[in-house]
């Protein structure tokens, strides 16, 4: 199993980037797949996620700026980020886990995030 992230990068505050997350080696449909990120310093906390039917949630700082979406027959998760922030910045990681029978919990390689002011 294999996660791949892109679409880090440097943006000035305002700006928008999309991250991308494909997964290979298995299918994901039945799994929670989510975005992280860890600010420097800082612990690593969950920024967005969607769940194998669609349910989203993101944490209170993102929301209205940040869209998580999914494509299971591709097996890959966006993060699409408007209005970036300073704040923002930081490693993003994606994340895709199944809590029930057969589980797994996979990362992803971080993609970094700078927002300039």
């Known amino acids: 199993v294999q996660l791949q992230a892109s679409g880090g990068g440097l943006v000035q505050a305002g700006g928008s980037l999309t991250l991308a997350c494909a997964a290979s080696?298995?299918?994901?449909?039945?799994?929670?797949m989510g975005w992280y990120r860890r600010a420097p310093g800082k612990q690593r906390e969950l920024v967005a996620s969607?769940?194998?039917?669609?349910?989203?949630d993101y944490r209170d700082s993102v929301k209205g700026r940040f869209t998580i979406s999914r494509d299971n027959r591709k097996n890959t998760v966006h993060l699409q980020m408007n209005s970036l922030k300073p704040e923002d910045t930081g490693a993003y990681f994606c994340?895709?886990?199944?809590?029930?029978?057969?589980?797994?919990?996979?990362w992803g390689p971080g993609t970094l995030v700078t927002v300039s002011s």
């Open positions: 994340r895709v886990r199944r809590t029930m029978t057969p589980t797994y919990d996979y």
């Open positions: 080696g298995r299918t994901f449909a039945a799994a929670v």
């Open positions: 969607v769940s194998s039917g669609g349910i989203t």
